[in-house]
């Protein structure tokens, strides 16, 4: 499924842009949401939240990638789980 983030500095201020899509391009969410440079985890967090209730749950449920604690995409490969019952 795509998904993208990018985050840049403008006018002292951080502006973070989401994306969660399905793979056929059917659905796409965007969000954006900015705020000031000495909390951009509270910003990512808000933004993933938008995501959320704008339906990007029910996208990632569907074809769900998961990495356990402590490992990343890059030393494991990302591992495939089928999406709950």
Do not use: C, H
């Not at 990018?6 to 989401?18: Q, W």
């Not at 990512?44 to 990638?65: F, H, P």
Request: no cysteine; net charge positive; aromatic share 4%.
């Amino acid at each position: 499924m795509p998904l993208a983030g990018y985050a840049k500095v403008e006018r002292n201020r951080i502006v973070m842009d989401g994306l969660v899509a399905e793979l056929d391009g059917s659905v796409v969410l965007r969000q954006q949401r900015s705020g000031g440079k000495d909390k951009p985890e509270e910003l990512g967090v808000a933004l993933a939240r938008q995501l959320k209730t704008a339906g990007a749950d029910r996208i990632l449920e569907k074809d769900l990638w998961v990495l356990k604690p402590k490992q990343s995409a890059f030393s494991i490969g990302l591992q495939p789980i089928p999406p709950p019952p």
